[in-house]
């Protein structure tokens, strides 16, 4: 009995033992690490929410002051942009996504002193942020439109070509404020792109030389893509064949032109003529092939008769293409493409093309979602 007593107290202890390690709850595991590119894509919502904040107190301070406060007519062009930027940044309404809206949302009011690290995503403290001046929200402008085309080196796909396109607008509008410490023209987006490829005079990224190899698997024929999109030799080869058709316009414009407007159109036609170059190089590297340069394009009147105007649409049509090879490339083709887009993009600003809040996207604004209260 005294064995038969110590075998039920020990299984006794067993099954209580048992049934309290099954009813602890396992800890559960740690989530997952977001990719890179949604990792930038919230970064880039919750930075572009936080200088529309800033930029809408600038504009209206602005337009309460008296004689000499900040003009708000440029800031009301700034914040459209950072509006529409925003709502390209949004996902589709769902768990993750309303999540990361209401972070980024929570931010939006956070101050923007110059040089500052992006936004975290901690709600804002409760007293009111101070009023920063004009000078430190174009700087905080500069500094997002740099981040942006930097995390755009490494991003995936269509991503890369969103904040490609979300960082140049920046930039650009960074300079119409007066920015100081943003990159020069035609400088490329990232100072270490440069020893991938070579710069030419101009400051673009320019296609390797003969003797120069592309990173392994870049360089070799891709196979045949998908239906409905674009190869890279095909999309550089139309790169090319704009670039063409932009040379042959500023030929024909420089002689229309006023002394003051064809100074930097003739720099431009040498930086078009230098760009086809590169583009028509790159595209025999992926396998494209480029066109042959027809003898002549077909200019209408309205060209002829009004040069800039013309010039900027001209600009503004290498936009798509140089967004296309950003998206479906890396690498050094990848940085002479974001070099390439910025440079268009400031060319056609220089003619006076109505700012593109994301240049190399085709952008239907009535299908973007609507940004949260």
Known sequence: ???????????????????????????????????????????ALEQTLSLRSTGLALAASGRNAAAGGTPAAPLDRV?????????????????????????ATATATASLPAGAAPPSATPPPSNPPAQVTLAEFAAALAASGQQRLKDAETADGGMAR????????????AEQLGARGAPARGAPAHEGQAQEGKLSPTGEVTA???????????????ATPATGSISLGAALAAAAEAELEAVYGYQAALTR????????????????????????????????????QPPGYVLDPAFLDA??????????????AYGDIVAITDSTTRAWALSALQGAARRAQHWGADANPL??????EAQLPQLPA
């Open 307 to 320: 040069p800039a105007a013309g010039l900027a649409r001209l600009e503004a049509a290498t936009l798509p």
């Open 79 to 103: 914040v459209t942009l950072l509006t529409i930027q925003a709502r390209a940044l949004l996902l589709p309404a769902g768990p993750a996504e309303a999540a990361a809206t209401a972070s």
């Open 257 to 292: 032109l006023s002394p003051e407007g064809a100074r930097p159109a003739s720099d431009f036609l040498t930086q078009h003529q230098e760009l086809a170059d590169q583009a028509g190089a790159y595209s025999l590297m992926h396998c494209g092939a480029p066109s042959p």
């Open 1 to 43: 009995m005294r064995y038969f007593r110590y075998a039920v107290l020990s299984l006794t202890a067993l099954l209580v033992l048992s049934l309290g390690f099954a009813l602890i709850p396992a800890e559960p595991p740690a989530p997952a690490e977001p990719p890179f590119s949604e990792q930038a894509r919230t970064a």
């Open 208 to 222: 390797p030389g003969p003797g120069s190899t592309e990173p392994p698997g870049e360089s070799a024929c891709p």
């Open 162 to 173: 969103l904040l490609a396109g979300s960082g140049t607008a920046q930039l650009l509008a």
């Open 359 to 364: 240049p190399g996207l085709v952008l239907d």
